[in-house]
């Protein structure tokens, strides 16, 4: 498969938007049903051209001094007809599946910044906690050196250091 962009094609064309495929995929739904086949000039309705039988959709392509140009040609106009609205459903499905892509995405920050503010908060809160527990260490040294030896430690000290 060739990834290549055509050489022919615009570089610097803007992306289409939805009213120009709609555009042309109205053209191609009021074409002569397909597929198109060609013997080489003429364009056939049918995948294989049929003397005699093949509905005749037109005669193209002729008149360049290059026959093999010529056949390239009529095989490119008769592909056309299956080969746009292939690709211009092709375009609408990729289209879809960026939007639900993008709507994920959004999703997911909108997840993401409310992680952040909650890891915030919490850095907050230890960063306060960090903070009172380290004012009521000298507090605590002081009623530690009042108490007596054999005593216990006070009931308010255990209270302070739970919070």
Request: aromatic share 6%.
């Amino acid at each position: 498969m060739n990834d290549s962009v055509p050489t022919n094609y615009p570089s610097d064309s803007a992306p289409m938007d939805a009213q120009r495929l709609d555009e042309i995929l109205d053209r191609a739904n009021t074409a002569t049903k397909g597929p198109w086949c060609t013997d080489s000039w003429e364009i056939y309705q049918g995948t294989e051209y049929v003397p005699g039988i093949s509905f005749w959709i037109g005669e193209t392509c002729r008149g360049t001094s290059d026959l093999e140009q010529d056949r390239a040609d009529a095989a490119f106009v008769a592909a056309a007809r299956t080969d746009v609205p292939e690709l211009v459903a092709e375009v609408q499905r990729l289209r879809a599946e960026r939007h639900s892509t993008n709507e994920a995405l959004d999703d997911a920050v909108k997840a993401l910044r409310v992680q952040q503010d909650r890891i915030a908060e919490l850095e907050a809160r230890l960063g306060r906690d960090a903070e009172q527990r380290h004012l009521m260490d000298p507090l605590d040294h002081a009623l530690e050196a009042l108490a007596p030896r054999n005593f216990p430690a006070l009931p308010q000290q255990l209270d302070r250091r739970a919070l």
